[in-house]
């Protein structure tokens, strides 16, 4: 405990992290390594009765790399959810695969994509947004999933306003963002737009699109029973124009 204090307070270390903080387009970092080494917390997380808090949980991360089935009942009603995985799938080459599985039992898309990743790179070397653009793409334009009803999550968006303060977006690819460069509300609705043109590509389904912050636990359960509500709209909406 002593000897990690000691080497996250030094100034070489502190000015290392911040070079690197700076430099997410270069290499990926978990966003809150700084608040698990804060004297505090690691007092805390040192601790031999420490029990992690929500806060500690919401800002973990295990990677997925198979497709999971997670049940959920919300408000009396039964959901259940087929997680395709994160990055290390966006990135796989059975992602095609993996929806073909599911394709027959999916009745709603809830695509979450991470803000904070428009200036990192994936490991096949391309742009991370622009990886999950074009997944999103394959996904609105496949047959089986055309005018399904479609939920966006752009998640991240405080890393994404400290990140927009030194890393424009023109930089990473997207030379037709026209925006401020360190507005992160602009830059937000500019890759909401960058999906919608998907959307109106692929079908007529209902979509919808919400920028958020995962880690704020004051919000999530308000955003949950939201999204339960909207997706049943949607597809109580389809319903009804079928008939």
């Known amino acids: 405990m002593d000897a990690i204090t000691i080497f996250w307070e030094s100034n070489t270390v502190q000015d290392l992290w911040?070079?690197?903080?700076?430099?997410?387009?270069?290499?990926?970092?978990?966003?809150?390594?700084?608040y698990y080494m804060n004297l505090l917390d690691l007092q805390r997380i040192a601790?031999?009765?420490?029990?992690?808090?929500v806060y500690d949980?919401?800002?973990s991360y295990e990677p997925t790399s198979?497709?999971?089935?997670h049940n959920y009942n919300v408000g009396g009603v039964d959901f259940e959810m087929y997680d395709t995985?994160?990055?290390?799938?966006?990135?796989?080459?059975?992602?095609?695969q993996c929806l073909e599985q599911i394709s027959d039992k999916v009745d709603a898309i809830i695509f979450v994509a991470s803000l904070a990743a428009?200036?990192?790179?994936?490991?096949?070397?391309?742009?991370?947004m622009a990886e999950a653009l074009e997944k999103f793409k394959y996904i609105v334009t496949n047959p089986p999933f055309v005018d399904m009803p479609i939920v966006l999550i752009l998640n991240k968006h405080d890393i994404f306003a400290q990140k927009i303060s030194h890393s424009d977006i023109i930089s990473h690819g997207f030379t037709d963002y026209s925006g401020p460069p360190m507005d992160s509300d602009y830059g937000a609705n500019y890759?909401?737009?960058k999906f919608e043109e998907h959307v109106l590509i692929g079908g007529e389904g209902a979509f919808a699109c919400h920028v958020h912050c995962g880690t704020n636990s004051n919000s999530i359960l308000h955003f949950c029973d939201?999204?339960?509500r909207e997706i049943l709209d949607q597809l109580l909406q389809q319903d009804i124009s079928r008939v």
Not at 47 to 53: A, D, I, W
Not at 66 to 69: D, F, L, Q
Not at 118 to 128: K, V
């Open 118 to 128: 428009y200036d990192e790179t994936c490991s096949n070397g391309t742009n991370c």
């Open 226 to 228: 939201s999204l339960t």
């Open 57 to 59: 949980i919401l800002r």
């Open 66 to 69: 198979t497709t999971t089935t």
């Open 47 to 53: 601790s031999p009765s420490f029990v992690p808090t």
């Open 85 to 96: 995985g994160g990055r290390q799938l966006l990135e796989a080459e059975n992602f095609p």
């Open 18 to 34: 911040e070079i690197i903080s700076q430099s997410s387009g270069i290499m990926h970092l978990n966003e809150y390594h700084e």
């Open 191 to 193: 890759f909401i737009n």
